[in-house]
């Protein structure tokens, strides 16, 4: 799946409009791997080869504030749209239809209000959180904190879920990895360990930022080029996740939805091996072991959900005790 792109070529130079970067039904998400997906993509075009770097430098010193402000005036459009109701209720739906999968059991998820234990807001406030991420904490779904932490029972790899009731959690959020202290309008939903990814909500716009703290860097990116030259040591740049490319909050929880109903992304089984497309893609490139047994492994769990009747006339009893048979065979 492609996104729109902001182009830096002379031939749409004067054509290019807030709507062409807009949330428009042609802006997509970027690929299968849901993780990195933006509402926009908004890369440089590559440049002509007869043009010297010279000239791509001044090209993009010239180019670069007018795309800038087409991105700023997209941030406004879509922060306008923001409803945080209809984003609390697209996380439910995604928690509910893992627990519907078999990745978790209903009770593992904790529903608001809170109060066994409660949220310590004036903790939260003493932290640094600003008001609107103080009350939308008390009003999301979360995780057991056994279960959100569980390294099996993830969704990516080595990232746990948030559970906010927990003050250790509180601390985290705020410095969910080292040399990092947020911004107070952003919320952490995922945290990483040592590697792992960092997705949150930026409650004054209405979008999830998602990125792998150790891994990125992306020059090539409007949103990365805005904000100034980094520093030589990518880890020495006091603020990265604001040149994280974003997306509509509503708009990623309802991708997830679609792609794990779909069954382009899988549940329950290693969250490094859960895309098929990333696995047959390998096994047509790579040749390796590994990649045949994801694939066996992938091509069993896809069986298995459509013989146990997904998604309409779904036997989730019968789907989980066939699976654990299963998965003692393959792993045998």
Excluded at 236 to 250: F, G, L, N
Excluded at 258 to 265: A, D, F, Q
Aim: hydrophobic fraction near 35%; glycine fraction near 4%; charge should be negative.
């Amino acid at each position: 799946m492609t996104s729109a792109i902001i182009s830096t070529g002379t031939d749409n130079e004067d054509t290019t409009t807030a709507d062409d970067v807009g949330l428009d039904s042609a802006s997509q998400v970027s690929d299968a791997e849901i993780r990195d997906m933006t509402s926009y993509d908004t890369r440089w075009a590559s440049p002509p080869p007869y043009q010297t770097l010279g000239e791509r430098q001044e090209e993009e010193r010239e180019v670069l504030p007018r795309l800038v402000a087409l991105l700023e005036e997209h941030e406004r459009n879509v922060a306008a749209c923001y409803d945080v109701d209809e984003v609390i209720g697209a996380i439910t739906r995604f928690y509910r239809l893992l627990i519907d999968m078999g990745q978790w059991e209903p009770e593992d998820l904790v529903y608001p209000p809170h109060t066994n234990p409660p949220i310590n807001v004036q903790r939260a406030f003493q932290l640094g959180y600003d008001e609107r991420v103080v009350q939308l904490m008390q009003k999301l779904p979360y995780l057991k904190w056994t279960v959100g932490h569980d390294e099996k029972k993830c969704i990516l790899f080595r990232t746990s879920f948030v559970n906010y009731t927990k003050n250790e959690d509180l601390e985290k959020g705020r410095q969910p990895y080292p040399g990092y202290e947020l911004d107070p309008w952003l919320l952490p939903l995922l945290v990483p360990g040592r590697y792992g990814w960092l997705v949150m909500l930026d409650t004054e716009l209405g979008v999830v930022r998602a990125f792998e703290p150790h891994g990125f860097y992306r020059p090539d990116l409007i949103e990365f080029k805005r904000h100034g030259l980094p520093p030589e040591d990518p880890d020495q740049d006091p603020h990265p996740w604001r040149r994280v490319p974003t997306v509509p909050a509503s708009q990623y929880f309802n991708t997830l939805i679609e792609v794990y109903r779909s069954l382009e992304r899988l549940p329950i089984i290693d969250p490094g091996m859960n895309d098929p497309a990333e696995t047959l893609y390998k096994l047509s490139h790579e040749h390796l072991p590994s990649s045949q047994k994801e694939w066996n492994t992938q091509s069993a769990l896809l069986d298995l959900y459509r013989e146990c009747g997904w998604p309409d006339s779904w036997r989730r009893a019968e789907f989980l005790s066939k699976w654990r048979a299963k998965k003692a065979e393959i792993d045998y």
